[in-house]
């Protein structure tokens, strides 16, 4: 069975402060995609990264940045310099290769303060 | 803007009613999805199409059912609307198996 683990249900952090988001995820299949979201508070789903099983190399997108690895089974999310635009709530998605559908983890709320 | 379109944004009913709720893909995009979001169950997938044919399904009530039209819009039916139906429903299209763009949800409201 797949699973994701978003253990840290919220976070708040003051502007210009870099914050990590972490990802846990389970499967047996060897080739799987790993997703994050990202849902601000008007509600909508925005997509952000797509990272394939077999590509382990971190990508940094702006202020985003994201660590794959495999030998933990962690795809962590971080931001730099954070800003009030950032609060929204984060979720990480797991999509293996037999199925199209995503599994979500529980999602990381986060707070920015100005 | 993702390019998927849902109707209506916001949608309140009572127990035992009827809804449909609809969905505009991406243009080029065959695949839609559909998913529910609920503070208990989270963000769940419910089921899938495939240029007009069901490819999977999830965690769907045997209440709810979906379609695919020739045009490749589509809509989720809800019937017997209990109050734990009360979520955001979103629907996502994807070219081939690639990411999914979701599109800004209907929010049902069950009294």
Redesign the interface.
Same mark, same amino acid.
């Given at each position: 069975a797949q699973k994701v683990t978003q253990a840290q249900t919220e976070i708040s952090v003051v502007e210009k402060e870099d914050v990590t988001l972490d990802c846990v995820y389970e499967t047996r299949d060897t080739t799987y995609y790993l997703?994050w979201?990202k849902q601000p508070p008007s509600? #909508?789903?925005?997509?952000l990264i797509?990272r394939n099983s077999f590509d382990e190399q971190n990508e940094i997108s702006g202020r985003y940045s994201w660590n794959f690895q495999k030998s933990t089974s962690s795809f962590n999310f971080t931001i730099t310099a954070s800003q009030v635009v950032d609060s929204a709530v984060y979720?990480c998605a797991l999509?293996v290769r037999s199925?199209?559908?995503?599994?979500?983890g529980?999602?990381t709320r986060l707070q920015v303060f100005p | 803007d993702?390019g998927v379109t849902q109707t209506p944004k916001h949608l309140i009913t009572a127990t035992g009613q009827r809804v449909t709720l609809r969905c505009s893909p991406r243009s080029g995009d065959l695949?839609v999805?559909w998913?529910q979001q609920s503070l208990d169950q989270?963000?769940?997938?419910l089921i899938?199409y495939y240029n007009g044919e069901e490819?999977?399904k999830?965690n769907i009530l045997e209440r709810f059912s979906a379609q695919q039209f020739p045009d490749l819009h589509s809509e989720l039916n809800l019937s017997s609307l209990e109050l734990g139906d009360s979520a955001?429903y979103?629907c996502?299209s994807?070219v081939q198996?690639? #990411?999914?763009?979701?599109?800004?949800?209907t929010?049902l409201t069950v009294l």
């Open positions: 997703f979201y509600g #909508e789903l925005v997509f797509r979720f999509k199925t199209d559908k995503l599994i979500f529980t999602g | 993702s695949s999805y998913y989270g963000l769940q997938f899938q490819r999977a999830g955001l979103f996502a994807s198996r690639n #990411e999914q763009f979701f599109g800004p949800g929010r």
